[in-house]
């Protein structure tokens, strides 16, 4: 089954309330990590790790650095899923 | 030039006995004990099967998110001095004036434990990346810091069961050599773990009172047979005192003086003769420079061990001559067990409460005093100490032999 754009969004938010305690209502796609939801480059790391696991999907250290955006990582989990 | 005093204007714990620094004193001065047998599943087939436990777990005030990022000493401290910042007055003070000096002896080895097995288990790529800044023994003093935006410098003194103790005469040092006008200062421990336990047990530091964990801790009773390794933190608020004056602080106590030494004699056991105890305590009356007849009370550092209490005993009658004839002697770990890094801390508390309140807490579990011990124990129920200036002294020592004595005194305005 392929990743869609709704799914993984959904996931992400999932990820993003465990790790920054963020109200889900607030995570969107153009919400910026580190700006609007109190996820410092620390918890980066752990959102990019959860979200490997949830989607079985590698995101390489060069890519998290260009993930600003909540949409971002949505787009390249989508692009580079299975 | 006069000497910068330094007061104490704010107070906070979680300990053992009490969630915040009222209830805890009130269990102390109840005689209660927070020792109790341990529900983790590691426990129950360890050599020992007790601890203290603190009375209110961090999960009950701190938000899951803040937790997940914080070892469990740093929620301590953050518990702690949320609760002396606020009882200070949450002060208006220019960050670059403000400092922080929170003690440590053992650091985030709970972190450090919980994510060695998560690389074993799962892999390296699942080691948490707040990992490092959750087990550095500077972590507690750093986040405390960080919140209350403090610029003038955070500082971690690291001397096991003595550090609580060193980070409070570190704080009167960066107030009376004008580097702070306020500095937070305290200690915190989190060590109730299956390793460090192990440790304490395989140096035979430990009691082993499985039976009756209530009456474990019982410094200067005949058949004391060891520690009971206590967690939590306390923390104060020092301000100087023109500056709290100005803003009209409420004054719990002054800090006198410290005096620090080190035994040069073993690695753990304290020196039988207790020649360096008995020149910190010389050191730090020296640096108080007030008259021995106002001692009227000591916290002491008493652990429950068979060797550490009566060295210390003797070490302070020898240092205070026919002076430690008027100090009523309280040995509070009875109560809340030993607290290691915190212990300096959550016992100058208890100074400080005992400065303001006139009264000394008592000590518990003395069934039948050790004969060797020949100074004033306050036993059982808490005893007035007289009106007027009254002093106090706290003494901590710690593994690697560190000796950390300090003075405080009644504030009589």
């Known amino acids: ?82 | 030039m006069t000497r910068r005093r330094v007061v104490v204007t704010g107070l906070g714990a979680t300990t053992p006995l009490g969630g915040d620094v009222s209830s805890t004193w009130e269990a102390l001065l109840a005689g209660k004990s927070g020792v109790r047998k341990l529900e983790d599943e590691w426990a129950q087939s360890a050599s020992v099967t007790f601890a203290a436990r603190v009375a209110v777990e961090p999960s009950e005030v701190m938000e899951r998110v803040e937790m997940r990022r914080l070892d469990r000493s740093e929620q301590f401290a953050m518990i702690a001095s949320r609760e002396a910042w606020k009882d200070a007055g949450s002060p208006e003070i220019d960050k670059e004036r403000l400092g922080v000096v929170i003690a440590s002896g053992i650091g985030g080895v709970i972190t450090m434990l919980d994510q060695y097995d998560v690389l074993k288990e799962k892999g390296a790529r699942f080691v948490s990346p707040h990992t490092v800044p959750m087990l550095m023994p500077n972590g507690p003093a750093a986040n405390v810091g960080l919140e209350l935006q403090a610029r003038a410098g955070v500082h971690t003194p690291v001397s096991a069961c003595a550090s609580g103790a060193e980070a409070a005469g570190y704080a009167l040092e960066m107030i009376r050599n004008n580097r702070a006008d306020i500095v937070v200062t305290g200690g915190v421990e989190a060590a109730i773990h299956e390793l460090p336990m192990s440790g304490f047990a395989s140096m035979k530091a430990l009691s082993t009172r499985n039976d009756d964990p209530a009456k474990a801790s019982r410094p200067y009773d005949k058949d004391r047979d060891g520690f009971v390794l206590g967690e939590g933190g306390g923390v104060l608020v020092f301000e100087e005192l023109e500056h709290a004056k100005a803003r009209g602080a409420k004054i719990y106590a002054e800090v006198m003086g410290q005096g620090l030494t080190s035994d040069g004699y073993h690695i753990a056991a304290p020196d039988p003769d207790g020649q360096g105890v008995t020149r910190a305590v010389k050191l730090a009356l020296a640096d108080a420079n007030i008259p021995l007849s106002e001692i009227v009370h000591l916290n002491a550092h008493a652990t429950s061990t068979p060797a550490g209490d009566v060295a210390e005993a003797n070490a302070l009658a020898n240092a205070l001559g026919s002076d430690i004839s008027h100090v009523a002697v309280s040995a509070t770990k009875s109560m809340t067990g030993h607290l290691l890094g915190g212990a300096g801390a959550i016992e100058s508390i208890f100074c400080v409460l005992a400065m303001y309140h006139h009264k000394a807490p008592p000590t518990i579990n003395i069934e039948n005093l050790d004969e060797a011990v020949t100074v004033d124990v306050v036993r059982d129920v808490p005893r007035d100490l007289p009106k007027g200036s009254i002093a106090c002294l706290n003494d901590s020592f710690g593994f690697g032999g560190h000796n950390v004595v300090l003075v405080f005194r009644s504030y009589e305005g």
Do not use: H, R, W, Y
């Open chain 1, 1 to 82: 089954m392929a990743l869609t754009v709704e799914t993984v969004l959904e996931g992400i938010k999932e990820i993003v309330v465990e790790v920054a305690g963020i109200d889900a209502g607030i995570i969107a796609m153009d919400k910026k990590f580190t700006d609007d939801l109190d996820v410092d480059s620390l918890s980066m790391v752990e959102v990019v790790v959860a979200a490997e696991e949830k989607f079985g999907v590698k995101i390489p250290d060069e890519e998290v650095t260009k993930m600003a955006t909540v949409g971002d990582a949505v787009n390249f989990i989508v692009a580079n899923g299975k």
